[in-house]
């Protein structure tokens, strides 16, 4: 099984984007799906999880901001990410259990 993360790129302070966590196999219905996010120079961090059930957690800093997401069928998870800021400016990435990181999805904040 492989995680693509997509759906980032470029985008003013205070704009939205929507990331895309797709999975090679039928995985999301019965794991917890994360996503993180790097900043270059920075470790890797927590942003928000969903559970099997359809409970959801977030970061602090992104609460009332993003919100994840899941379509079983279409083996997807989503990030819904308002009201961006500079400061969300880093490569994010999806994840579930042991199975490997993926190679992230670039996500720019303008000032």
């Known amino acids: 099984v492989q995680l693509v993360e997509s759906g980032g790129g470029l985008v003013q302070a205070g704009g939205p984007l929507r990331l895309s966590c797709a999975a090679s196999?039928?995985?999301?219905?019965?794991?917890?799906v994360n996503w993180y996010r790097q900043a270059p120079g920075k470790q890797r961090e927590f942003v928000a999880s969903?559970?099997?059930?359809?409970?959801?957690n977030c970061a602090d800093s992104v609460k009332g901001r993003f919100t994840i997401s899941r379509d079983n069928a279409k083996n997807t998870v989503y990030l819904q990410m308002n009201s961006l800021k500079p400061e969300d400016t880093a490569v994010y990435y999806c994840?579930?259990?042991?199975?490997?990181w993926g190679q992230g999805t670039q996500v720019t904040v303008s000032s």
């Open positions: 994840k579930v259990s042991l199975i490997p």
């Open positions: 196999g039928s995985i999301f219905s019965s794991n917890v």
């Open positions: 969903i559970t099997a059930g359809g409970s959801t």
